[in-house]
């Protein structure tokens, strides 16, 4: 598209490549659960479905828009992308600021802690805190996750269990179901368990510090390392263990449980959860229902079977283009189990329609 195109062209609901990392600890749910085309053998441990970070940048796959960074569209687009969310803008929003992703844990993952903005800063560490959120998509019978410490212990404590890699006696497990949600903000020690998949909304941000790894061998047999605790002078040992992750902890945690769900008033649909940095909402349909935009860009994504979304922008009474349902596919989208769409705040309402015969569970994702 050349450049007076894109500038021109209008907003719509934007779909985007999914980006896979591997990892020693992800499966192939994406593919058995998921229904998704791999291209490669291995495991798979996250999608990235909706992202703008420097470690994975969304590149939008419908509509005229196809080949477009989302990067792109926050800098450009910011009015019809964000809406009167603007007045809120920070130094973050050069980036979209949240971020939609899958995990798949075959093996547990490393127990692992995120810093906040200021310690990031604090340290030189080119990124943002981060805060996440987990909802899970799929849990094997009797699976875990780890969320928190048992109780509040003081950082000797921890730290004398990172030296001895028995850091997963301190940890808080909690057993998963399908539809949990738990919030996982700066500080916050943390993994997944064997056999557990979520869906990840979080903030964009990557900084990240494994603090132990199960013992965990690589391909060849040969353990991986448990990481340790070098000098506080070293920094980092051979295993890579940043001393930093224990400053990223934040002692006066305890545990960490799922959160409880709120009605809002609205048939078949409730808040799991608002944090300072985005708000979580479940919405469940046997047949369909109509939403309405409120001027906030939203992520949606596919929990549970198929939909179709008929998309109705600005203040029309017609869809995307001005053109009828049969003959305007970037009026109307077709999405799976575990597909995800941005919708820019300029969109007026969505008319989810369950397909199958089967009810669809839908997570969506807005800024506060």
């Known amino acids: ?57 969304s590149v939008v796959v419908n509509g005229p828009l196809r080949g477009t960074s989302l990067n792109q569209l926050v800098q450009t687009k910011s009015s019809g992308m964000f809406g ?10 050069l980036r979209f600021p949240m971020m939609l992703k899958y995990l798949d844990a ?17 340290t030189g560490l080119n990124d943002f805190g981060k805060t996440k ?9 009797q ?17 004398e269990a990172v030296r001895n890699g028995t850091l997963p006696e301190l940890l808080n497990p909690v057993e998963a179901h399908v539809g949990d949600c738990v919030l996982l903000k700066p500080g916050t020690v943390h993994a997944l368990g064997e056999g557990v998949m979520v869906a990840e909304v979080q903030t964009t941000g990557n900084a990240t510090f494994c603090l132990f790894d199960w013992d965990r061998c690589d391909a060849g047999g ?12 070293q920094g980092f040992d051979v295993r890579g263990f940043d001393v930093r992750g224990l400053d990223a902890i934040d002692y006066t945690l305890g545990p960490v449980f799922s959160q409880r769900p709120r009605t809002t008033g609205k048939p078949d649909n409730e808040t799991l959860l608002i944090c300072d940095d985005f708000r979580l909402e479940r919405w469940t349909c046997k047949t369909q229902f109509l939403w309405y935009g409120n001027e906030h ?42 597909d995800s769409i941005l919708v820019p705040a300029m969109t007026r309402s969505i008319r989810w329609i369950a397909e199958n015969n089967e009810p669809i569970v839908l997570l969506v994702a807005l800024l506060p």
């Open 1 to 57: 598209m050349s450049e007076s195109g894109f500038l021109s062209s209008p907003l719509y609901p934007l779909r985007f490549t999914p980006i896979y990392k591997d990892h020693p600890w992800g499966g192939r749910r994406f593919e058995t659960l998921l229904k998704r085309r791999l291209s490669f053998e291995g495991n798979v441990a996250e999608s990235w479905d909706i992202c703008d970070h420097e470690h994975g940048e």
């Open 84 to 93: 009167h969310e603007l007045r809120n803008c920070e130094e973050h929003y």
């Open 106 to 122: 075959r093996e547990p993952s490393p127990v692992q802690v995120h810093p906040d903005t200021s310690l990031c800063r604090e």
């Open 133 to 141: 959120a987990w909802v899970v998509v799929d849990a094997a019978p």
């Open 143 to 159: 699976s875990r996750y780890y969320a928190g410490f048992k109780e509040r212990y003081p950082r000797e404590r921890v730290a």
């Open 222 to 233: 040969n353990p991986e390392g448990n990481p340790g605790m070098p000098p506080v002078d």
């Open 297 to 338: 860009c939203h992520l949606w994504t596919v929990l549970e079977g198929s939909a179709t979304a008929i998309f109705t922008a600005g203040r029309r009474t017609t869809p995307f283009y001005e053109s009828g349902r049969e003959n305007d596919p970037d009026a109307i989208e077709e999405l799976e189990r575990g």
